[in-house]
C-alpha cells in the first residue's frame, strides 16, 4: 500500500494520477474531503492532519511506502509523520525536498528541508530526497496582476533558473515508489531550460495570445510586501527576501541531467505548460 500526503497540490495531483494509471494500491491523507473529491475514485481516501497525530494512525496503517510532502516551516509535521511510518513499519520514504538544501551556506529555506531530511536519515526508515528547483506552476502567481492590469512583477532581474513541471516531480516520484533501487538516493530536479522571468513572460504571453508587461520590482523586501498586503511571519519574510537576493544573483541558473536520466527522456519545457495551461491565464486585463 502507498500513503500519498499533500496529494491535493501541484505535485501530489499528478503522482495520483499517475500512480492511479498503473494500478497500483494507493491511499491519500487529505484535510479536506471536498478537494479528496476531486481525486481518482480508485484511491483510498483518510481524512487527516499531519498537525493532529491522532488523526494519523489509520492513515498509515498497512502502509509501505510514504510519499512525504510536509507544509509551513517548522518540524512537528515531519515528526509526527516520521512516528506514524515507525509504528505502522514504513519500509520507505521519498520525502519532497528542495534544491535549496545544496545552498552553502545554507538558506533559511535550505536548513528546513535540510533539518526534516536529517530527522528521516536519524529515524532508520529507508528514503528517497526529492530535491526540485521552482516549479512551472509557481507562474500562477502571476494572475493576480495579470488580471489587475496586464503586468508580471519581476523581483529578480539578470537571474536565471530552469524551472521544473510539477508532473516531471511526480514521474520520478512515481518511480522512487514503485521500483527498487531508490532508497538511499538524492535526485536534484530541474528543467533543461534556464530562463529570466522576463523571458518566462514572454513564452507565456505567446501561448496566450496577448502582451504582458514585465515590471522590475526594486528590491525583494518590495516583493514580500506585494504578496503579503497585511504582512507575512516574520520568518517566512526574511526566508524569501534572502531567497529572491540569491536568485537575482544567479545568472546562470541550475541545470541537471537527472529527470533525462531516471525517465529516459527529456522534461517538460515550459513552452509546453503554457499551452497546456493557457486557459488558466486571461486573454486581457480586467476593466
Not at 69 to 83: S, W
Not at 139 to 161: I, K, N, Q, S
Request: proline share 7%; charged share 25%.
Amino acid at each position: 500500500m502507498l500513503l500519498l500526503t499533500g496529494a491535493t497540490g501541484h505535485v501530489g495531483r499528478e503522482l495520483v494520477h499517475q500512480l492511479d494509471a498503473t494500478g497500483a494500491e494507493l491511499r491519500v491523507l487529505v484535510r479536506d474531503p471536498a478537494r479528496g473529491a476531486r481525486l481518482p475514485e480508485r484511491a483510498e481516501r483518510v481524512i487527516g492532519d499531519l498537525g493532529q497525530p491522532a488523526t494519523l494512525t489509520p492513515a498509515f496503517d498497512s502502509v509501505d511506502r510514504v510519499f512525504l510532502l510536509v507544509p509551513g516551516i517548522g518540524i512537528d509535521h515531519t515528526a509526527h509523520a516520521i512516528a506514524a511510518a515507525e509504528a505502522a513499519g514504513v519500509r520507505h520514504i521519498v520525502y519532497l525536498s528542495s534544491y535549496a538544501v545544496l545552498g552553502d551556506p545554507l538558506p533559511a529555506m535550505g536548513r528546513w528541508h535540510h533539518e526534516r531530511e536529517q530527522m528521516i536519515r536519524a529515524c532508520g526508515i529507508p528514503a528517497t530526497f526529492l530535491r526540485p528547483c521552482g516549479f512551472m506552476t509557481n507562474a500562477f502567481d502571476w494572475l493576480p496582476t495579470l488580471r489587475e492590469g496586464g503586468y508580471v512583477l519581476d523581483p529578480v532581474g539578470p537571474g536565471r533558473a530552469a524551472p521544473i513541471d510539477p508532473a516531471d516531480i511526480a514521474a520520478v516520484a512515481a518511480l522512487a515508489l514503485t521500483q527498487e533501487g531508490h532508497e538511499g538516493k538524492e535526485y536534484v530536479l530541474t528543467g533543461d531550460e534556464a530562463f529570466t522571468v522576463a523571458e518566462q513572460v514572454q513564452i507565456l504571453a505567446k501561448a496566450i495570445g496577448r502582451d504582458i508587461e514585465v515590471r522590475e520590482v526594486a528590491t525583494p523586501v518590495e516583493a514580500v510586501r506585494f504578496r503579503y498586503p497585511d504582512g507575512a511571519p516574520p520568518a517566512l519574510a526574511d526566508a524569501i527576501i534572502e531567497g529572491l537576493t540569491l536568485m537575482r544573483a544567479d545568472i546562470v541558473g541550475l541545470r541537471t541531467d537527472t529527470v533525462r536520466r531516471l525517465l529516459r527522456r527529456r522534461p517538460r519545457t515550459f513552452a509546453d505548460w503554457c499551452a497546456r495551461n493557457a486557459s488558466a491565464f486571461p486573454s486581457s486585463a480586467t476593466t
